[in-house]
């Protein structure tokens, strides 16, 4: 049985960090493109980074370009997102996500494609 089981989140002050987890189970995780989305009350989904399978490139979404980090570690199954300079407009609940991925240097801001799903965590940051 598959599973994503996220951590990390908290209630932080703006201008402060947090480093999300999300370990893996059941899937062949290097294999994997991975991702990372939020969302915020009210708000639809947003794709927030995704890393390729070998960690060699990732891509983030412009609002979170230069303080987020996606990484991976796949000895441990686990992808990684450290946020830093946390916003009030940051708050959300925090998923990750896993695409099986054919090309190692496959990425992808999808949601759709991406066909399993952790049970997210919650960034919530004061002003």
């Known amino acids: 049985q598959v599973q994503l089981v996220e951590s990390g989140g908290g209630l932080v002050q703006a201008g402060g960090s947090l480093s999300l987890s999300c370990k893996t189970y059941g899937l062949s995780f290097s294999t994997y493109t991975m991702g990372w989305f939020r969302q915020a009350p009210g708000k639809e989904q947003e794709f927030v980074a995704t890393i390729s399978r070998n960690g060699g490139i990732a891509d983030y979404a412009d609002s979170v370009k230069g303080r987020f980090t996606i990484s991976r570690d796949n000895a441990k199954n686990t992808v990684y997102l450290q946020i830093n300079n946390l916003k009030p407009e940051d708050t959300a609940v925090y998923y990750c996500?896993?695409?099986?991925?054919?090309?190692?240097?496959?990425?992808?801001?999808?949601?759709?494609?991406?066909?399993?799903w952790g049970q997210g965590t919650q960034v919530t940051v004061s002003s």
């Open positions: 996500a896993a695409d099986f991925a054919p090309r190692q240097f496959d990425t992808n801001r999808r949601a759709s494609a991406y066909g399993y």
